[in-house]
C-alpha cells in the first residue's frame, strides 16, 4: 500500500514536497515514481527512483523536481520548486518490482497510492 501526502495550492515559483509512505510490500527493494494527471489528459511519469537511488525525469521536471527516498522509513518524496501553474494535476506515487533501461510507464507499475492535489496559482 502507498500513501501520497503533502499537495496543496501554492502560487507560481513557490514549492511543496510531497510524500509517499510505503507498507505492506519490499518498499526498499521497489522502483518508485511519481506520475501526474491533469484533467483531460493522459498520467504521465514526472520522476522516478530506482531501489538503489537512480534517478529520471520528465523534461519538464529537469531542474526543478527531485525525487529521492528514505528506505529506512519506506518513504520516498518529490521536492518541487519553481512550481508553475501547468504543474496543476493530482499526483501519484506508485512502485514497480522492475527497473528498466526504457522510460518506464504507468503499466510498469502494480501499486498506486490514492493521488494528492497539487494547484498552481498564476
Known amino acids: 500500500q502507498l500513501q501520497a501526502s503533502g499537495g496543496g495550492l501554492v502560487q507560481a515559483g513557490g514549492s511543496l514536497r510531497l510524500s509517499c509512505a510505503g507498507s505492506g510490500h519490499p518498499f526498499r527493494s521497489y522502483t518508485v515514481a511519481w506520475f501526474r494527471q491533469a484533467p483531460g489528459k493522459e498520467r504521465e511519469l514526472v520522476a522516478v527512483i530506482s531501489l538503489n537511488g537512480i534517478t529520471r525525469y520528465a523534461d519538464s521536471a529537469k531542474g526543478r523536481f527531485t525525487v529521492s527516498r528514505d528506505n529506512a522509513n519506506l518513504t520516498a518524496y518529490l521536492q518541487m520548486n519553481s512550481l508553475k501553474p501547468e504543474d496543476t494535476a493530482v499526483y501519484y506515487c506508485?512502485?514497480?518490482?522492475?527497473?528498466?533501461?526504457?522510460?518506464?510507464?504507468?503499466?510498469?507499475?502494480?501499486?498506486w497510492g490514492q493521488g494528492t492535489q497539487v494547484t498552481v496559482s498564476s
Open positions: 506508485a512502485a514497480a518490482s522492475i527497473w528498466t533501461m526504457r522510460t518506464m510507464r504507468a503499466n510498469d507499475f502494480a501499486s
